[in-house]
Every structure is written in C-alpha cells, then in structure tokens.
C-alpha cells in the first residue's frame, strides 16, 4: 500500500486507494484536512494540526506554521523556527508522521511508502529536502509529484483526450502558482510555471484585519490573534453570503466588538490582490507558447480559490469557464492518492489507451508464441486463428492467453489460461478455432470453439489487455529488442524442430516399405544424419536448412506413397 501525501503550506492530507477507489482519510476529529502546524511544548511533547493551531492563540512562540517556504532553503528567516532549533525538515517530518499516523490508525496497517507533492516550482534541493522530511518520518517517497500534475489526475484530465492541454491555478492560504500542462499518452510535462511564494489567502485575512481594526488603537497579541481568526472566518463566510457581521464580545474587557462587512467591500479589498495573480498567469502562459485557445480545461485549486472574485477573474481572463468541480483543498492529495494507487497497482492505471500496449497472443506447440493482435492495435479490434491438435485422440487443448512481444511463450506474460475439450480425431485434424475481442473498455475476450461439435468457451480477461505499467511496456519492449536474435534463432530451431519431429517417422516408414529408389536412399540418409546432428547441436538455420534438404530428397519417394495409396482406395472402390 502507498499513500498519497499532500505537504501543504497550510494544509496537508493523506489518502490511500481502497478496494479500487482513491479516499482520503479523516483524523478523529473527521476531518479530511489538517493546518500543516506543529507545536512544540517545553517538555518535548509535539502536537500537530488543528491542536497545534489552537495553542497558537496561548503560546504563538512554540507553533510552527508554513515551514514548507524554508524547505530546502539555506536562510530561514522565521524567528520560531529559530527560537525552537528545529529545521524544516524536521517539522515537515513531524507533519509526516502525523499522517501516516492517521493513515495507520485508519488502515489499521503498517504503511511505509508514500507519494508526495510539491510545487512545480521546487527545485533539486527543495525535493530532496522533502524527500528527507519524508525518511525522518519513516515513509520512503516511490514518487515526488508536481502540484498541478496531481490536480489534473484528480479532476481526470488525463482522461480528456489523446493530447491536451490544461492550466491549474492554485491560491493556497500562504503561496500562489499557475502551471501550464501538456499530457500526452497519459504523461504530463510542466509547459511553464510561475507564481508568488509570498502570495495566498493569508493576505487577505490581513487585510480584513486591517479592516475590522481600523481605528481600535493597540491590542494584545491574544486579542490581534482573536481577530485575526475572525477575520478568515469572516472571509470564507463571505464566499457564501453576501455579507458577515463579525462579533466579538468585551474585546476590550468592556465593550463589544461588531461590524458587518460585503462582499463586494471584500471584493473591492482584494481586487489588486487578484490582479497580482493574473499577472503570473500571462507569465506562464507566455513561457509555455500557448494562447487561451489552445487550453482544454482551466482548473482551480487551494482554499482561496473558492472566493468568488477569484472565479469569476480567473474564468474572465482565461475566457474559459473553470473547473471547480473537485474540493480545491483536496484535489491534490486526491491526485497523489491516485498517483500512489497506479504505482501500487491498487488502481488499474487511470490512461486508458486506445491501443494494445503489448501484443497479445496463445502460446503453441513447442512453447512458441503466436501472436493474434499485434502491439499497437487500436481498440476495439478482433482477430483469430484456427489450431489443432498435437496428438491423436487429445481431449482437450489449453489455451494459454499471452501478452507481451518474445518469440517464446515463456518469456511473455501469462494473463490468462482455460481448457477447450475436443472430440476424439487423429493428429492434426482437429480445429480449434480462437477469437481474441477487445471491447472499447480494454476488455480481453477470448473464445474458443471445437469446430466439429460448435461448443464455445468464452473467457474475459479483464484490465490486463490494455491497462499495463508504462514501465514494464517499456521493458517487455526492452526486452524483445535485447534478445532479438537470439529470440529468432529459438523460434527458428523450434518450428524446424516441429517438422523435423513430423518427417523423421514418415521418412523411417518410406525407407522401411520400399517407396525409395535405390539412386534416393544415400541422399535421403545424409539428409537425416544432417537433420539429427543439427539437432543434438541445436543450431537453428543448419536445422532449418537440413529440413528442407531432407523434405526435397523425400519429396518424390512422398508422392509415390500417396499415388499408392489413391491406387489402392481406387482398387478397395472397385472391388466392391
Ligand atoms: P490551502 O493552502 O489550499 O489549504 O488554502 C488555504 C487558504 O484557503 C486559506 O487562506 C483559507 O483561508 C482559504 N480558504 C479556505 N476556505 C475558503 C473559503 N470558503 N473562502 C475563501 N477562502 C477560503
């Protein structure tokens, strides 16, 4: 099992791909999200979240909040961190550990590996430091992923189309970034990416602080603190209503607090803030060569994207209606639990392509491979081959399902297996017809039937057709190139072999009942001395070639027997 972690600036959430679905999973409160905060108590305790979060109000020097800005970065300029002596590292550890905490007590398992995201941004240093934190907390990352990468999985935009092109704006709470994407074959490459690491949400509770103060004169901390919780509260009330009226009682130990604000005062307020963001967008848009037409979707991400000012200017300036359909807080651990599924195998992979992957086929006679579809083979498609039977009187065939691009059935995969029962006939009489089918969902059907009683064997093979790791494609196709030739030369020997088992009795009972001229018989013997020491020395073109040398030098003596034989039947006819 693999988790999907999103190491948030202010938010973090973990999440896990059960019975086939990606989930987040809920702490003992319920809650899906946790504040990225830790605090730090005097006596070594450690509280994370919205534990943390709370003590900020009594004890603001012992919490630690946004560390992921200094991940990775030489000059920490945060005076908590300082006072506390700890790194980034080590409180994104601390971050980390409470969530495969969860993860564990959800679970009720052991996890030990984990996805995780970071920003498009992030450079070689910052990953690793993430990577680091990661290993403090015990979880070895399989996967760093980008931010806007996971997004476009959990809004399924690698779903769209064969090629497209998508932007993920994301407003968190403390940072800001537009990436620009281009997935093709179910891969997506960063276009170009820029943003604010000093730009989010938090501004805009500052500046409804400022608001709400306006004209208070000093406060304690405490109090500032109070205000500053309400000034969110006040700001995500007012994504649903169009106004808020904040009330804090005896805030100065006498009298009351009160004061309702718009939503269009707030949108007023906000408005350069906005501005600020678009200004990133044209950046971006203007690195990755694309115009607005080119894109396919406009996605929303992070907390503040759910004010309504920045919907309605981010759809304005894209001339794009945007994608809000998935939590903006939760897309992104969403998509690294998807990513964390595909790569566990927990999830068949997202892509479906609309081609065979690998070559698809049922292994023959002397374990050779013999491929019906073909790699590459657009879907749906359908193929068949008629087989027949080894051995005289065999009751049934198995008929193993192969995928993969090597010569021998061996070295392919193995995705399926059944047996075909067949009438009683003598060797190589029987016909044994099988279909391959791959319906539009990648769904393997394989059919076989015994033509001379009609009856059918169906079996469905279901994901393997089509839904493969591009890793082990690539390396099946590694593979095949790797041993190429010595692949070829196997099935050379192997088919040569085949025949070579079918003429050598026939040529014995030639031999035996007088059909070779006396002017045949040395060739015919040299011939099968060549073909017998071609195969104890298993040299595939000398048995090849050593085949048909032997088949020519009988080819006459062949067809005396057969003359014969019609004789014969004629005279039994007459007789009669
Ligand atoms: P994130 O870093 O993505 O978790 O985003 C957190 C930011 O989103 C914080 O600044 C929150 O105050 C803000 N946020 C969360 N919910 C809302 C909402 N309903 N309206 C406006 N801002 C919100």
């Avoid at 030489?74 to 790194?87: E, N, S």
């Avoid at 901390?221 to 009330?247: C, G, I, P």
């Avoid at 080119?294 to 894209?318: C, Q, Y």
């Avoid at 790797?482 to 026939?506: G, V």
Wanted: proline residues 3%; aromatic residues 6%.
């Amino acid at each position: 099992m693999i988790l999907g972690i999103d190491l948030g600036t202010t938010h973090s959430a973990v999440g896990v791909v059960d019975s086939g679905f990606p989930i987040l999973l809920a702490d003992e409160e319920g809650k899906r999200v946790i504040p990225s905060a830790v605090w730090y108590g005097g006596e070594g305790e450690i509280e994370v979240g919205r534990k943390a979060l709370r003590r900020r109000i009594t004890d603001p020097m012992r919490v630690v909040t946004s560390v992921k800005r200094w991940m990775g970065s030489g000059r920490i300029d945060d005076p908590v961190l300082a006072a506390l002596r700890k790194t980034p590292e080590e409180v994104s550890a601390d971050i980390l550990r409470e969530l495969k905490r969860i993860a564990e007590w959800r679970l009720e398992t052991e996890v030990g590996q984990a996805v995780v995201t970071v920003p498009a941004y992030f450079n070689d240093s910052q990953r690793a430091a993430t990577k680091r934190a990661a290993e403090l907390a015990g979880l070895e990352v399989v996967r760093i992923l980008n931010e806007p990468t996971a997004a476009a999985l959990a809004y399924g935009l690698d779903k769209l189309k064969e090629r497209s092109r998508v932007a993920v704006y994301d407003l968190g709470g403390g940072t800001f970034d537009l990436s620009v994407l281009e997935m093709q074959d179910g891969v997506f490459q960063v276009l170009a990416t820029h943003g604010d690491t000093r730009l989010g949400g938090d501004d805009v509770d500052r500046m409804l602080f400022d608001f709400l103060l306006e004209g208070l004169g000093e406060l304690p901390v405490e109090m500032q603190m109070r205000f500053l919780d309400e000034s969110e509260k006040a700001k995500r009330a007012l994504s649903e209503d169009l106004a808020y009226t904040v009330r804090i009682p005896f805030y100065d130990g006498s009298s009351s607090f009160e004061k309702t604000i718009t939503r269009s005062e707030l949108d007023q307020m906000t408005r350069e803030w906005i501005k600020k963001t678009l200004k990133c967008c044209q950046q971006a848009m203007l690195d990755s060569g694309l115009k607005n037409p080119d894109l396919d979707a406009v996605v929303l991400v992070g907390g503040s994207t759910r004010m309504p000012a920045v919907r309605e200017t981010v759809a304005a300036f894209f001339e794009k209606n945007v994608d809000v359909t998935q939590h903006p807080d939760e897309a992104i651990a969403l998509g690294a639990t998807i990513q964390a599924g595909v790569l566990s195998g927990a999830m068949s992979k997202m892509v479906l392509l609309d081609v065979t992957p690998l070559s698809l086929g049922i292994e023959t006679y002397g374990g050779l491979m013999n491929v019906l579809i073909p790699r590459n083979t657009t879907i749906p498609c359908k193929a068949g081959e008629m087989f027949t039977n080894a051995a005289d009187g065999q009751q049934s065939m198995r008929v193993r399902v192969l995928q993969g691009e090597r010569e021998m059935a061996r070295d392919n995969w193995e995705i399926g297996k059944f047996d075909v029962e067949m009438e009683n006939a003598p060797k190589g009489q029987a016909r044994v017809g099988v279909q391959f089918k791959i319906d539009a969902d990648g769904i393997l059907e394989v059919l076989a039937r015994d033509t001379s009683t009609g009856k059918d064997v169906i079996v469905r093979i279901e994901n393997s057709a089509v839904n493969v790791d591009d890793a082990a494609v690539e390396q099946m196709v590694g593979e095949s190139v790797e041993f190429a030739f010595e692949d070829m030369s196997e099935r050379i020997f192997t088919e040569a072999k085949l025949k070579a088992d079918e003429l050598l009795p026939a040529v014995e009972m030639i031999l035996e009942q007088g059909f070779v001229k006396d002017e045949e018989r040395l060739e015919i013997e040299v011939a099968v001395s060549k073909v017998n020491s071609a195969i104890t020395s298993g040299n595939a073109n000398a048995l090849k070639a050593a085949v048909k040398t032997l088949d020519e030098a009988t080819e006459a003596a062949a067809t005396r027997l057969v003359e014969r034989a019609m004789e014969e039947a004629l005279e039994r006819e007459m007789a009669e």
